[in-house]
């Protein structure tokens, strides 16, 4: 059986493989050398790549994307049609939260966030969430875009019928641009 610790962060291997992949190409472009298991070296380049993670340690941010056809993404239906994924659901820490997708179909992908759960005892209020929204996540053409937003567990005007919360929308042109 996991340490209970342990399972608080159960997915958090993949954000990691991909992250440390990631940077293999701009460690040898700038000259450097880089040691990883060979076992853990792939190519895990995805059209787009969304990442969460927050300030408050006993908080759960729910990462939401929803692609062009329509279907959300979230935490209980982690996998769509169209081959979208998103992470395991860190319900503590600081996150992270990951959607990929490696063949995204053309269209607008909305990202949202659900406050579900704050860290009641943090004398510093709610916290931030950073979103990193990636296009060409592995290649050269690769771009990040960067969104800090506050994070809000109330009920409010900012957020739709479901209680998420609008912070990025990223299009995908046809032919994948």
């Excluded at 340490?3 to 954000?15: K, N, W």
């Excluded at 992250?19 to 700038?30: F, M, Q, S, T």
């Excluded at 049609?81 to 053309?106: F, L």
Aim: proline share 5%; no cysteine.
């Amino acid at each position: 059986m996991l340490d209970p610790a342990i399972r608080d962060f159960d997915g958090i291997e993949t954000v990691a493989l991909m992250e440390a992949n990631g940077l293999i190409p701009a460690i040898e472009a700038a000259g450097g050398n880089w040691k990883l298991d060979p076992r853990l070296v792939a190519l895990l380049d995805t059209d787009i790549r969304i990442v969460i993670e927050w300030t408050n340690d006993d908080a759960d941010i729910d990462l939401w994307v929803i692609e062009p056809n329509g279907e959300k993404v979230f935490y209980s239906y982690q996998t769509s049609s169209s081959g979208g994924h998103i992470t395991n659901d860190m319900t503590d820490g600081y996150g992270p939260e990951e959607y990929a997708i490696r063949k995204a179909p053309a269209g607008e992908y909305t990202v949202r966030i659900n406050g579900f759960d704050a860290d009641r005892i943090n004398p510093n209020g709610n916290g931030r969430v950073m979103l990193r929204m990636i296009r060409d996540f592995g290649r050269p053409s690769m771009k990040e875009t960067l969104v800090d937003a506050d994070i809000a567990f109330e009920k409010g005007s900012d957020r739709d019928a479901e209680g998420g919360r609008l912070i990025g929308r990223l299009t995908v042109a046809p032919g994948g641009k």
